[in-house]
């Protein structure tokens, strides 16, 4: 057994002596700025929602969410990015006699990239709107969020990641609720 490792070991080392493309490779300095993250995207979203309602009326929910983002990063020196990013998600959380009808968010995200990865952290403002089941009055309220994340760049245009973010109301449209809401999502986009 420990002729075969020591075997292979003297190969893998003689084969990464002995090839210009391998010892290249090897010695060719990290550039961390090989990917540029600036300009326009849009894309999709598909996640987790949980809600945690406290005050005049409690109630812990979770459920999925899907939805839709654009945005815009500049690129400041050689890997720091700003920009804004507004988001529209659909929950289907419900908690008799009420239901999730939207969350809204515009964020200002910035970050680093490490080539083809993105690191991001956010903060904004988000509204949500929920309805009574079979009608009734809807309660709408603007509160604030912060989040981070992380994306990949699959090609040139096709971007991939991750993100997470919590979502504030105080006294939730003058109803005497405090809602925390917190979304995980894997997100899609595409470049421009």
């Known amino acids: 057994m420990v002729r075969h490792v020591l ?33 326009a995207y849009v894309g999709v979203q598909l996640g987790y929602d949980w809600l945690d309602a406290d005050g005049t009326y409690s109630a812990e929910v979770d459920d999925g969410v899907a939805g839709l983002h654009a945005g815009y990063l500049f690129r400041f020196g050689d890997n720091v990015y700003v920009g804004p990013e507004v988001s529209a998600e659909y929950s289907g959380m419900k908690h008799p006699p009420y ?12 970050g680093m990239s490490l080539d083809r990865f993105l690191f991001t952290g956010s903060v904004g403002v ?3 709107r929920f309805s009574r089941s079979g009608g009734g009055p809807r309660y709408a309220d603007t509160g604030w969020l912060v989040g981070a994340g992380v994306d990949y760049a699959i090609t040139d245009r096709v971007t ?10 105080s006294d939730f449209d003058g109803t005497g609720v405090d809602v925390d809401m917190n979304v995980l999502r894997a997100r899609l986009g595409l470049k421009f």
């Open 99 to 110: 239901e999730t009808d939207h969350l809204l968010s515009a964020r200002l995200r910035g």
């Open 160 to 169: 991939a990641g991750i993100d997470y973010s919590h979502h504030s109301f």
């Open 7 to 39: 075997g292979a070991a003297a190969f893998v080392l003689a084969l990464g002596t002995t090839s210009p493309l391998l010892a290249a490779d090897a010695t060719a300095p990290f550039d961390p700025t090989g990917f540029g993250w600036d300009g």
């Open 126 to 128: 988000s509204q949500a």
